[in-house]
C-alpha cells in the first residue's frame, strides 16, 4: 500500500510564506514525476509545479518566480516552497506522484489528501 501524507500548509498573511512536504510511504520501487496541483472552491483542480525524476520543473504561469518545487529522492519526498503568497493562491494542495511498487512494475497515479492553504489578512 502506498500513501502520500502532506504537511506545511495553514493561515498566512498575503507576501507572507509556506513550506509543503509530501512524503510518499510504502512498497516503492521507483517514482518518475512527482508534482502539486490545487483546487480552490468552485474551480477545477490545476497544476501548480511538476519535476521530473531528473529534476526538470515547470510551473504555472500564476506562480512562477514565487513557488519552487523541490524533491529528495532518498526520502521519496516533494517539497513546494511558496513565496510572495496572494489570497487567489487559496486552495487545497494536492501531492501527486506517478510511480511504481515493487509487486508492479506499472507506473501508477497517486494523490495525497490534501492541505489547506489560506492566504487571508
Known amino acids: 500500500q502506498v500513501q502520500l501524507v502532506e504537511s506545511g500548509g495553514g493561515l498566512v498573511q498575503p507576501g507572507g510564506s509556506l513550506r509543503l512536504s509530501c512524503a510518499a510511504s510504502?512498497?516503492?520501487?521507483?517514482?518518475?514525476?512527482m508534482a502539486w496541483f490545487r483546487q480552490a472552491p468552485g474551480k477545477q483542480r490545476e497544476m501548480v509545479a511538476f519535476?521530473?525524476?531528473?529534476?526538470?520543473?515547470n510551473y504555472a504561469d500564476s506562480v512562477k518566480g514565487r513557488f519552487t518545487i523541490s524533491r529528495d529522492n532518498a526520502k521519496n519526498t516533494v517539497y513546494l516552497q511558496m513565496n510572495s503568497l496572494k489570497p487567489e493562491d487559496t486552495a487545497v494542495y494536492y501531492c501527486?506522484?506517478?510511480?511504481?511498487?515493487?509487486?508492479?512494475?506499472?507506473?501508477?497515479?497517486?494523490w495525497g489528501q490534501g492541505t489547506q492553504v489560506t492566504v487571508s489578512s
Open positions: 510504502g512498497s516503492i520501487f521507483s517514482i518518475s514525476a
Open positions: 519535476i521530473s525524476s531528473g529534476g526538470s520543473t
Open positions: 501527486y506522484a506517478d510511480l511504481s511498487v515493487r509487486t508492479n512494475p506499472v507506473p501508477l497515479n497517486y
